[in-house]
């Protein structure tokens, strides 16, 4: 025990000096005449990290609960090229955290962008700063008008967790619960039991999802400067996002028919990143109305469309493939149901003739919902039949566009598309082969175009 006991102080001896040791060469600053921010750490192996300001792509801070409790909070530096954060500094105190989110935002502005004096003066007039806060009444309606799906997985998980377990119970007091079932009337003979309990895991499931909805966008705060807009939310983690208009890649508005009648949209912007990790710069906006989108829509995108807007639809060979690949489940518990003696034909025809008629009234919906826009500086893709999406991205910020025909496209002149953007890929299939002057349009506009989006 003596020697255990000494063992550990020494280890913990040696852990304080390496930690004291670590610190002590824990080192950041920015060197102004190399124009980049330099980091050095290391205690045996000596790291110096060096990021030139026009590599800067997302600078933000971000607290935790215990770090809001003392008052300091964790700093990140991302670049567009690396998977993960290029320097993540923590527990800096927050007067720090806001000066040096402040100066790095200047510089990378100042060494990134190549724009000329009129461009901006017209930013600065047409852009005037603002700031909204979600309040509590508008979260409430999120969590209440948002897919609460995952309230519903994690019910079901809940519950069937409870019935494993109440299996193992019933194979050792079997009898007794029997017994005492037979006294009770069972919960499914009943239909005033059977809608209670529906409507109590429909509530819980809405319940699970409000409180998702204000641990993670709790206290959210837009702020629009001349430069840029910052985003700042939840409750768990306070994240501080300050959103660059020339680094956002795509941008998708959110909505379905509940959330449109409260008149609450959803905005997620997605900036450049690595092509193994695009979710880690993807920014949810919650909660905004029509005015606030075309608002950030507005900053974000300086250069509005003014020419022509062409609208092309998919074929429909592509709802055909949808309709039989829906089938296929179909057609496959066909030769399933013989070896189930549970399910008679009778409830199984039930069944698939509810699950074709949905399936396929799905498709049909999500078939007509599809549109490819191109117009003289974007490209949008409108899809969806419960939750209505519209995606835009800018054309000069194309890095290539795959375009492939397979064999049974040939006859019909039919083309498949692919538009890859640092912030994620944008498909659209069996589309028109007259859609191949405007991507010859599109190549054109990103060769002349002189702007710079890195």
């Known amino acids: 025990m003596v020697y255990i006991v000494l063992g550990m102080v020494v280890i913990s001896v040696l852990v304080l000096v390496y930690s004291f040791v670590y610190y002590q060469r824990f080192l950041f600053y920015i060197n102004y005449k190399n124009q980049e921010f330099v980091l050095q750490k290391g205690v045996f192996n000596k790291e110096d990290i060096a990021i030139p300001f026009d590599r800067i792509q997302q600078v933000y801070s971000k607290r935790s609960l215990l770090q809001r409790l003392l008052n300091v909070s964790s700093f990140v530096i991302e670049t567009a090229g690396s998977k993960k954060e290029e320097i993540g500094i923590k527990a800096i105190s927050n007067e720090e955290a806001n000066q040096l989110l402040a100066i790095l935002i200047e510089v990378r502005n100042k060494y990134s962008e190549k ?76 239909v005033y039991i059977f809608m209670l309990i529906v409507f109590i895991v429909l509530l819980l499931s809405i319940l699970i999802t409000v409180a998702e909805v204000f641990i993670k966008y709790f206290n959210l705060k837009l702020t629009q400067t001349k430069d840029s807009l910052e985003v700042e939310m939840g409750l768990n983690t306070n ?156 054309i000069y910020k194309i890095q290539s566009i795959s375009i492939s025909q397979p064999l049974w496209y040939e006859r019909r002149n039919l083309l ?27 190549f054109y506009n990103i060769e002349s175009n002189s702007r710079s989006w890195m």
């Open 416 to 442: 498949n598309v692919i538009f890859h953007t640092a912030g994620g890929d944008i498909p659209f299939r069996a589309v028109s082969k007259n859609f191949l002057p405007y991507i010859n349009y599109m």
């Open 239 to 394: 994240t501080k996002v300050s959103l660059k208009p020339t680094r956002v890649q795509l941008f998708k508005v959110i909505t379905n028919p509940v959330q449109k009648w409260l008149n609450l949209y959803e905005v997620r912007i997605s900036l450049a990143n690595s092509e193994n990790d695009l979710q880690k710069s993807k920014i949810k906006i919650p909660g905004l109305d029509k005015v606030l989108v075309a608002k950030v829509s507005s900053f974000l995108y300086t250069n509005q469309s003014k020419g022509f807007r062409k609208t092309f639809s998919p074929d429909k060979v592509l709802l055909v493939r949808r309709l039989i690949i829906v089938m296929v489940p179909a057609l496959a518990s066909y030769f399933v149901v013989p070896y189930v003696n549970a399910i008679s034909f009778t409830i199984w025809l039930i069944l698939v003739g509810l699950y074709t008629v949905l399936a396929v009234i799905w498709q049909i919906l999500m078939y007509r919902s599809l549109k490819l826009i191109v117009s003289d500086e974007f490209v949008y893709k409108k899809y969806g039949v419960w939750n209505k999406t519209e995606e835009r991205f800018e």
């Open 115 to 190: 724009i000329t004096d009129l461009e901006i003066t017209e930013k600065s007039s047409k852009n005037q700063d603002w700031t909204h806060k979600l309040s509590f009444l508008t979260l409430l309606k999120i969590g209440i008008s948002t897919n609460y799906l995952r309230g519903l997985v994690l019910m079901a998980a809940f519950f069937s967790t409870i019935y494993n377990e109440a299996r193992t119970v019933s194979e050792e007091y079997s009898q007794t619960i029997q017994e005492y079932l037979n006294e009770v009337p069972g919960p499914m003979e009943s």
